[in-house]
């Protein structure tokens, strides 16, 4: 296991990364998950539950964007999301 940056065993980015591999994998509702740029950050926006993923590290979100453009996860600057309730 990797250290962190306090000295104490931990999971790096690219192993918490892994743990969001349902977000760049085939799913069953077609384009669930899309790359929302916004005009002041990138999300990870989930359109079945039509909000934006809380991924908090950088680092992470970093990886999984990565991850999603690889596998061509569409991406777009347009709200992805229904109207909300």
Do not use: Q
């Amino acid at each position: 296991m990797r250290e962190t940056e306090s000295g104490r065993p931990g999971r790096g980015p690219m192993a918490v990364a892994e743990s969001y591999a349902s977000l760049w994998e085939s799913d069953a509702f077609p384009h669930r998950w899309v790359i929302w740029d916004t005009p002041e950050e990138t999300l990870v926006f989930d359109r079945k539950i039509n909000c934006p993923v809380d991924i908090v590290d950088e680092r992470v979100l970093s990886e999984v964007l990565d991850r999603m453009r690889r596998a061509d996860v569409p991406e777009t600057r347009e709200y992805p999301g229904g109207p909300c309730a």
